[in-house]
């Protein structure tokens, strides 16, 4: 019997070690800011089916809407259950604003959009905001489109935005 527990003294040492360690490791990781605990955060999220905004950074999806001849209501199924904290990168092409009704234009200010409210036909525009931002979004820019100052014939000059959106928490669910 003695000899059972002397065998299992020294797996339980190793066992006692690498859990001190690990938690120092996250204990240090959260007082300093580093990023394994986003690492560890995006592994125990992973099991979730849903995407947590804010956690990696990468893209969930990529879409375009046709805004001339296409169906407004495919935009709203899309920017209806964005989940809080999930960010929008919008660019026109062509015209943006025919078919935008009253429920897509207060969607895009509810992300933070100021210039959505007078986007009008052929206007080019480029815009980032965010699912629950609190303020306006200091990313987005609007061209008019006027037949006296168009660079294009038909259409304005075309926009270019470039800038650094702050690094949020994860939203916890």
């Known amino acids: 019997m003695r000899q059972q527990i002397m065998r299992l003294t020294g797996p339980m040492r ?14 240090a990781s959260t007082l300093f ?13 992973s099991a979730s089916q849903e995407p ?7 893209p969930l999806e990529t879409k375009t809407f046709d805004m001339w001849a296409g169906d407004v209501s495919d935009l709203l199924k899309y920017l209806r259950p964005l989940h809080e904290g999930t960010l ?4 026109s092409f ?41 303020n306006k979004s200091p990313f987005e820019q609007r061209m008019k489109n006027s037949k006296s100052s168009n660079k294009y014939e038909g259409w304005p000059e075309s926009l270019e935005m470039d800038g650094c959106i702050p690094l ?6």
């Open 14 to 27: 190793a066992v006692a070690v690498l859990l001190l360690v690990g938690l120092t490791w996250l204990l």
């Open 33 to 45: 800011g580093g990023e394994s605990v986003s690492f560890v955060r995006h592994f125990l999220n």
């Open 52 to 58: 947590t905004a804010g956690v990696t950074g990468e």
């Open 88 to 91: 929008v990168f919008v660019a």
């Open 94 to 134: 062509d015209d943006p604003a025919t078919k935008l009704n009253a429920e897509s234009r207060r969607l895009f200010e509810e992300l933070g959009s100021t210039a959505v409210k007078e986007l009008a036909f052929r206007d080019s525009w480029v815009f980032v905001g965010a699912k629950g931002i609190e």
């Open 168 to 173: 949020r928490p994860p939203v916890e669910v």
